[in-house]
């Protein structure tokens, strides 16, 4: 059974993805205070739960845990508005944009300059077979795997397991890895930003330390930070890893195809789609990255067309963690079993 995005029919008159692209830059003006807003009600309630979550300790520590994962959907929407100032859509100004992220960066641990310019690259080769590897989750055809030796295919098996995907990997990424450019090493400006944002992030754990000692670190900041992280992990994965997205060589891939046609609509709750700031409304976004997230409503609301096209709820998307090789042939996405079953 097809558990993945619904696409409408194509008809004569469907518009091609690259038509899209000028009909929705009619989107990309952000409305200043509207933006304001956006980022006061989400780091405004971060702070105030993290003055309770320090002022529960003294109550119930099973409270501060419990009020720390509440804050970890505020966190999630402040790394979603650090995504928006990477792409410059979050303010008119670029400078305020890039000084938002910068701050919103220490918060979510994520060196701004790194991975605006990492995710700059998943933009512009999503789907693309020639140009994996960066800002991106790694993925082979069925016939790279096939050529791999046993213990390639068994790392590889690690590697996607949904184990490690969404239960270590969060934490190694963004409590390891961000702490160095990985994939932009021989740029001073790089290291400047991961150095930067390392340097204020242990001002601040230190300070976290030294007024509320190891509890607070492992009840408020440690929770906080790993269950926003794997939300985020999540969200990324199912935005482009379903049974019927788009990968191609290289020398037929297309920028406006593979973001429409590889990029989801997770279709989610109002209530998670505001923690989430439309994130799932992802193949606008990859189509034109310049839209403020709070304006890809519109686009849904305008173009009966996009609001139908990739359609994923939560429990189809659940189907999509045991998919992990590209088949070429079929151009969809395989499950372990399903390769072995069709190819032996």
């Not at 020639?130 to 050529?147: A, Q």
């Not at 659940?318 to 151009?331: G, I, V, Y």
């Amino acid at each position: 059974m097809n558990h993945t995005p619904d696409f409408p029919p194509t008809t004569h008159n469907a518009k091609s993805a690259k038509d899209w692209v000028k009909t929705l830059a009619t989107y990309r003006e952000p409305n200043q205070w509207r933006s304001a807003f956006e980022l006061g009600v989400s780091i405004g309630p971060f702070i105030v739960l993290w003055v309770l979550a320090w002022l529960s300790m003294s109550v119930s520590l099973w409270l501060t845990l419990a009020i720390s994962i509440v804050n970890a959907l505020f966190l999630l929407r402040l790394f979603t508005i650090q995504h928006d100032c990477g792409h410059g859509a979050f303010f008119k100004q670029r400078a305020l944009s890039d000084w938002v992220g910068r701050v919103l960066g220490v918060l979510t641990l994520t060196p701004y300059a790194v991975w605006r310019r990492t995710h700059s690259i998943h933009h512009s080769a999503a789907g693309n077979l020639g140009k994996r590897g960066i800002g991106d989750i790694m993925t082979l055809t069925v016939d790279e795997y096939n050529d791999l030796s046993r213990f390639e295919r068994l790392k590889y098996r690690v590697y996607r397991n949904p184990v490690v995907l969404f239960g270590f990997a969060p934490s190694y990424l963004f409590l390891l890895q961000n702490r160095l450019p990985f994939g932009l090493m021989d740029s001073a400006r790089y290291w400047i930003s991961a150095m930067g944002t390392n340097l204020a992030i242990v001002v601040g754990l230190a300070v976290i330390w030294y007024f509320g000692g190891f509890a607070a670190v492992f009840l408020i900041f440690l929770p906080t930070t790993i269950l926003a992280a794997t939300a985020g992990m999540w969200l990324f994965y199912v935005q482009h890893q379903f049974e019927d997205t788009h990968w191609s060589t290289e020398e037929d891939w297309q920028l406006h195809d593979a973001a429409l046609e590889g990029s989801s609509h997770y279709v989610m709750p109002p209530i998670l789609q505001w923690f989430s700031a439309n994130i799932g409304i992802h193949h606008v976004h990859h189509l034109y990255s310049r839209i403020p997230f709070y304006r890809l409503t519109e686009v849904l609301r305008d173009h009966t067309e996009l609001a139908q096209a990739n359609r994923m709820t939560i429990p189809q998307s659940l189907s999509c963690a045991r998919l992990h090789l590209w088949d070429a042939q079929r151009k969809q996405l395989l499950s372990f079993s399903q390769a072995r079953a069709i190819y032996g």
